[in-house]
Protein backbone atom coordinates (compact mmCIF):
# COMPACT_ATOMS: atom_id res chain seq x y z
CA UNK A 1 0.00 0.00 0.00
CA UNK A 2 1.27 3.11 -1.34
CA UNK A 3 1.17 6.19 1.96
CA UNK A 4 -0.98 9.00 1.22
CA UNK A 5 0.74 12.18 0.49
CA UNK A 6 -0.90 16.25 0.64
CA UNK A 7 -1.18 16.01 -3.19
CA UNK A 8 -3.60 11.97 -3.19
CA UNK A 9 -6.73 12.32 -2.65
CA UNK A 10 -7.89 9.84 1.00
CA UNK A 11 -10.01 8.84 3.45
CA UNK A 12 -11.03 7.91 6.73
CA UNK A 13 -12.53 4.36 7.12
CA UNK A 14 -15.58 4.26 9.58
CA UNK A 15 -14.42 0.80 10.83
CA UNK A 16 -10.86 1.12 11.60
CA UNK A 17 -9.95 4.85 11.57
CA UNK A 18 -7.13 5.37 9.45
CA UNK A 19 -7.06 7.27 6.64
CA UNK A 20 -6.27 5.55 3.69
CA UNK A 21 -6.00 6.31 -0.83
CA UNK A 22 -9.62 6.21 -2.27
CA UNK A 23 -8.04 2.93 -4.34
CA UNK A 24 -8.59 0.96 -0.95
CA UNK A 25 -12.73 1.67 -1.01
CA UNK A 26 -14.91 -0.33 -3.28
CA UNK A 27 -16.62 1.55 -5.05
CA UNK A 28 -20.76 2.60 -4.04
CA UNK A 29 -22.45 4.68 -6.77
CA UNK A 30 -25.02 5.48 -3.17
CA UNK A 31 -22.69 7.48 -1.76
CA UNK A 32 -21.84 11.12 -2.55
CA UNK A 33 -18.33 10.35 -3.01
CA UNK A 34 -19.05 6.94 -4.97
CA UNK A 35 -17.27 4.86 -2.47
CA UNK A 36 -18.34 2.63 0.40
CA UNK A 37 -17.59 4.02 3.90
CA UNK A 38 -15.30 1.11 4.53
CA UNK A 39 -11.92 0.35 3.40
CA UNK A 40 -11.63 -3.12 1.42
CA UNK A 41 -9.81 -5.05 4.37
CA UNK A 42 -12.65 -3.35 7.08
CA UNK A 43 -15.15 -4.52 4.46
CA UNK A 44 -14.44 -8.22 4.02
CA UNK A 45 -13.84 -8.95 7.27
CA UNK A 46 -17.93 -7.33 8.26
CA UNK A 47 -19.04 -9.64 5.53
CA UNK A 48 -17.91 -12.63 7.09
CA UNK A 49 -19.06 -11.70 10.23
CA UNK A 50 -22.12 -11.47 8.65
CA UNK A 51 -22.18 -14.50 6.83
CA UNK A 52 -21.07 -16.23 9.93
CA UNK A 53 -24.14 -14.80 11.60
CA UNK A 54 -26.35 -15.58 8.56
CA UNK A 55 -25.33 -18.88 7.26
CA UNK A 56 -28.57 -20.99 8.09
CA UNK A 57 -30.45 -18.48 6.19
CA UNK A 58 -27.66 -18.31 3.25
CA UNK A 59 -28.07 -22.30 2.99
CA UNK A 60 -31.67 -21.77 2.86
CA UNK A 61 -31.55 -19.24 0.07
CA UNK A 62 -29.13 -21.16 -2.13
CA UNK A 63 -30.77 -24.61 -1.66
CA UNK A 64 -33.89 -22.94 -2.94
CA UNK A 65 -32.52 -20.96 -5.89
CA UNK A 66 -30.96 -24.92 -6.48
CA UNK A 67 -33.82 -26.49 -6.44
CA UNK A 68 -35.63 -24.05 -8.78
CA UNK A 69 -32.51 -23.95 -11.26
CA UNK A 70 -32.27 -27.49 -11.37
CA UNK A 71 -36.05 -28.99 -11.84
CA UNK A 72 -37.41 -25.99 -12.73
CA UNK A 73 -39.51 -25.90 -10.02
CA UNK A 74 -41.56 -22.24 -8.97
CA UNK A 75 -40.28 -20.77 -6.07
CA UNK A 76 -43.09 -21.20 -3.54
CA UNK A 77 -42.76 -25.59 -4.24
CA UNK A 78 -38.45 -24.89 -3.54
CA UNK A 79 -39.53 -23.26 -0.34
CA UNK A 80 -41.89 -26.40 0.19
CA UNK A 81 -39.33 -29.22 -0.84
CA UNK A 82 -36.55 -27.40 1.45
CA UNK A 83 -38.62 -27.30 4.48
CA UNK A 84 -39.65 -30.70 4.07
CA UNK A 85 -35.82 -31.92 4.32
CA UNK A 86 -36.33 -33.25 7.90
CA UNK A 87 -38.95 -36.22 7.84
CA UNK A 88 -40.53 -39.65 6.84
CA UNK A 89 -38.81 -41.40 3.47
CA UNK A 90 -41.95 -42.33 1.04
CA UNK A 91 -39.73 -45.48 0.91
CA UNK A 92 -38.43 -46.71 3.91
CA UNK A 93 -40.73 -45.31 6.38
CA UNK A 94 -37.82 -44.29 8.24
CA UNK A 95 -37.53 -40.40 9.58
CA UNK A 96 -34.51 -38.65 8.71
CA UNK A 97 -32.95 -35.77 6.65
CA UNK A 98 -34.48 -36.13 3.04
CA UNK A 99 -33.32 -35.47 -0.21
CA UNK A 100 -34.91 -34.63 -3.65
CA UNK A 101 -36.00 -37.88 -5.91
CA UNK A 102 -36.33 -36.75 -9.37
CA UNK A 103 -36.73 -38.88 -12.25
CA UNK A 104 -33.31 -39.02 -14.65
CA UNK A 105 -35.18 -38.96 -18.05
CA UNK A 106 -37.80 -36.14 -17.54
CA UNK A 107 -36.08 -34.38 -14.64
CA UNK A 108 -39.72 -34.27 -12.62
CA UNK A 109 -39.59 -33.99 -9.38
CA UNK A 110 -41.39 -37.05 -7.57
CA UNK A 111 -40.81 -36.58 -3.51
CA UNK A 112 -38.43 -36.86 -0.75
CA UNK A 113 -36.43 -39.88 0.46
CA UNK A 114 -33.82 -40.86 2.55
CA UNK A 115 -30.46 -41.03 0.76
CA UNK A 116 -30.00 -44.93 1.23
CA UNK A 117 -33.26 -45.12 -0.54
CA UNK A 118 -32.49 -42.60 -3.38
CA UNK A 119 -29.35 -44.15 -4.35
CA UNK A 120 -30.94 -47.79 -4.52
CA UNK A 121 -33.28 -46.57 -7.01
CA UNK A 122 -30.31 -44.70 -9.02
CA UNK A 123 -28.03 -48.12 -8.45
CA UNK A 124 -31.43 -49.96 -10.05
CA UNK A 125 -31.55 -47.38 -12.92
CA UNK A 126 -34.89 -46.72 -11.99
CA UNK A 127 -35.93 -50.17 -13.97
CA UNK A 128 -39.00 -51.95 -11.77
CA UNK A 129 -38.12 -54.97 -13.66
CA UNK A 130 -34.84 -55.21 -11.53
CA UNK A 131 -36.21 -54.17 -8.65
CA UNK A 132 -38.80 -57.17 -8.51
CA UNK A 133 -35.84 -59.61 -9.50
CA UNK A 134 -34.06 -58.56 -6.12
CA UNK A 135 -37.78 -58.65 -4.41
CA UNK A 136 -37.40 -62.63 -5.63
CA UNK A 137 -33.79 -63.25 -5.11
CA UNK A 138 -34.77 -61.57 -1.23
CA UNK A 139 -37.75 -63.64 -1.07
CA UNK A 140 -36.43 -66.90 -2.05
CA UNK A 141 -33.20 -66.27 0.60
CA UNK A 142 -35.35 -64.98 3.26
CA UNK A 143 -34.60 -65.88 6.68
CA UNK A 144 -31.56 -67.82 5.60
CA UNK A 145 -28.14 -67.41 7.36
Not at 131 to 145: A, F
Request: charged share 35%; net charge positive.
Amino acid sequence: MELATLDTPTKVCRSCGIDKQLSEFSKEKKKKDGLKIYCKPCERARFKLWREANIEEILLKDRIKHYIRKYGLSKEKALELVQDRNGTCEICQDHKPLVVDHHHETGAVRGMICSACNSMLGYSRENPDFLMSCIKYLEKYHGSR
